[in-house]
């Protein structure tokens, strides 16, 4: 095989220009946006000069003191909302955090305690997120008190729990909710949390229908649904919100958001809701850095570039010229296959774990910065380049996912 990269980078050599990544005298395309969190690449003029501005005002004040600034972009997102969605909390920098906030706001509005999340997902690295998230080796050396979780099979129809093909299972996945909620619940369930795409867990896309019979189940039984939109939010599917796009049917009563939020990297996060679930006191939730003046510019700043430049329509035009690309190189390599995804947030499968940490590794010398799923635990690749990233970039991508592909068979590998 080529000589790799050797890793990791010296930080004080890295570089970052655009949806590049360059360091060691070489320049990567970042198809993994960072940790999924640089929406608009390493480097937009605006979003950097605003930051710059208020460093040079303060870095810091106190959520007291930013009320009016946390309103304003609060309204400045309210038209990539979902119309029912009119209430905020703005005082996490973390996906985390965030999480932990919607809970308490379930548990509080409704007088309930459990929530129930799919097998695979995942929201966050805090104690109360990770044991909400549906992977036991996360949680398998800790011996921690943890919210009540009840899990159920995630709508992964290239993996079926139940074994059932999308053709003749009659969502099988979500008729099946009643008897978990019967016989594995403690029968006080506040909220569903849900990844509209689940990310971590594999980029898992459920099948449509799926979010139109979860909302059923939902108010059948008086439950929240919370939509953990990390990922999947400010863009990166092709909508604001995937809220307001492949999940529409979802019609969530709490959104969360985080990484793609800052733009560039600031951490920032933040909880939407539906204004009578607007129920936490000020002490029930917050944190030193909350609402803190630079993650409050990074967030209005990126909404207005997303907006003056017209990034969501970037992610439809190019997301649909990678995924059909994807879906070429599909049929070209056996090794390679269940292409899927929505917008920019796209992945496919390798044969197993070993095999994706082969191929994102020579996929480093050929110019190209990937993760996989499951903390190297799954057999995805995940292909998620900045949502600005233009289609000479889109083909260099490409051509880098073919080469690395081409020598891992020469290699004998997957």
Request: charge should be negative; glycine fraction near 10%.
């Amino acid at each position: 095989m080529a000589a790799t990269v050797d890793t990791p980078f010296d930080w004080r050599d890295i570089r970052g220009d655009g949806v590049r990544l360059k360091a060691g005298g070489r320049s990567y395309i970042d198809c993994a946006s960072g940790t999924f969190n640089l929406s608009l690449g390493y480097s937009a003029t605006e979003v950097k000069q605003a930051l710059h501005e208020q460093i040079e005002r303060c870095c810091h004040l106190s959520s007291e003191l930013t009320r009016e600034k946390s309103l304003r972009v609060f309204e400045s997102l309210r038209e990539h909302l979902p119309s029912h969605i009119d209430g905020y909390w703005f005082r996490d920098i973390v996906g985390s955090t965030a999480i932990e906030c919607a809970v308490r706001i379930a548990q509080k509005a409704t007088g309930k305690t459990e929530i129930i999340s799919l097998f695979g997902s995942h929201h966050g690295q805090s104690i109360a997120a990770t044991g909400i998230s549906g992977n036991a080796f996360r949680q398998a050396s800790f011996r921690l008190p943890v919210i009540a979780s009840l899990k159920v099979p995630a709508p992964d129809c290239n993996n079926c729990f139940y074994d059932k093909t999308p053709d003749s299972c009659g969502m099988f996945c979500a008729t099946r909710l009643d008897d978990f909620l019967e016989y594995a619940s403690s029968g006080q369930v506040a909220a569903v949390v849900i990844e509209p795409i689940l990310g971590n867990g594999g980029n898992i896309v459920p099948p449509p229908d799926y979010f139109g019979r979860l909302r059923e189940f939902c108010d059948r039984h008086g439950i929240l649904v919370i939509a953990d939109e990390v990922q999947t939010g400010f863009g990166r599917t092709g909508e604001f919100f995937a809220s307001n796009g492949l999940a529409r049917e979802l019609r969530p009563d709490v959104i969360v958001f985080a990484k793609g939020a800052g733009g560039i990297g600031i951490p920032v996060a933040g909880v939407l809701m539906r204004r009578e679930l607007d129920v936490l006191e000020p002490w029930e939730h917050s944190s030193t850095a909350g609402a803190n003046p630079l993650a409050l510019v990074a967030l209005q700043a990126t909404i207005d570039y997303i907006n003056k430049y017209d990034v969501l329509a970037n992610v439809r035009a190019l997301g649909p010229v990678l995924r059909t690309e994807l879906d070429r190189l599909g049929h070209e390599f056996p090794s390679m296959e269940n292409v899927r995804g929505e917008g920019l947030m796209l992945g496919f499968d390798l044969p197993d774990s070993a095999s994706v940490a082969a191929f994102i590794e020579v996929a480093k010398g050929h110019g190209l910065l990937l993760r996989g799923s499951r903390y190297g635990f799954g057999r995805t690749v995940k292909v998620r380049p900045p949502l600005v990233v233009n289609a000479a970039e889109v083909a260099d991508i490409v051509r880098g996912l073919r080469s690395a592909l081409t020598e891992l068979q020469e290699a004998g590998v997957g």
